[in-house]
């Protein structure tokens, strides 16, 4: 059920003011073994040192979803958005038609350390949009707390695409279960900590596709936080 892409085999690249793992194929990284998964086309784990980030640049045709570790990430868009996102929010970027945006560290001293996470919408030519919401880590303790959807509910940002993305951040000894049904598929991602998946032990930065309905398993063997995917197959 399980198939497990482990941290150090990613794509990496090294820029100097950015240190970015590719989970997936992205940019000058391609293993067409690891194109993506269903609609899940991009996990990017990227840290931007103080001072810098990505100048103004174009998408389209992608939802954009930013979830923020440490420090702050300050963006701004040509549809007049400008936030700074922090550890706990979860930001959608709906690029449809076309967008231009940047994205820096809003700090002159820390590290930003975000994931980036690119999801092949349903329909192309979608009207570009933005959402940022924030999760304490008390709504994602001990359960997987749906952070993104297809119709929002549950106090969580539009995903256009069927796609369920959960958080959940374990205690040491902590466990939750996620069942898929026939027809679905799905990813884990570590994002920090070391958990127990299905019997396989995950560390940060670890991932894993399930590709078979059934249950997904996991518990935390040291502070685990983990973000999980439930897609249309």
């Known amino acids: 059920m399980l198939t497990i892409r482990r941290a150090h085999e990613r794509g990496e690249a090294d820029h100097g003011w950015l240190k970015s793992y590719h989970t997936f194929s992205f940019a000058d990284y391609y293993d067409p073994q690891f194109m993506g998964l269903g609609p899940l086309r991009v996990i ?21 979803i930013s979830y923020v570790l440490e420090g702050a990430l300050e963006h701004k868009d040509s549809i007049g958005t400008g936030s700074i996102i922090r550890p706990g929010d979860v930001q959608r970027m709906t690029a449809g038609t076309g967008i231009r945006h940047s994205e820096f560290n809003h700090s002159a001293s820390e590290l930003v350390h975000f994931l980036q996470i690119w999801i092949v919408p349903r329909f192309q030519g979608l009207k570009p949009g933005y959402e940022q919401k924030s999760f304490s880590t008390a709504q994602k303790h001990g359960r ?28 040491d000894g902590e466990a939750v279960d996620h069942g898929y049904d026939e027809g679905r598929i799905g990813w884990i991602q570590i994002v920090r ?17 399930i590709t078979a309905a059934g249950t997904l398993s996991i518990s935390s063997i040291r502070s685990a936080e983990c973000l999980v995917f439930d897609m249309a197959g």
Do not use: C, K, W
């Open 44 to 64: 990017n784990e990227d840290r931007v040192q103080p001072g810098h980030g990505f100048g103004t640049h174009a998408h389209n045709n992608m939802e954009i």
């Open 144 to 171: 997987l707390r749906l952070v993104g959807s297809q119709d929002g509910r549950d106090g969580s940002v539009t995903i256009h695409q069927d796609v369920n993305l959960y958080a959940t951040v374990l205690a």
């Open 193 to 209: 900590g070391v958990a127990l998946v299905n019997g396989q032990q995950l560390q940060a930065g670890d991932g894993a596709a």
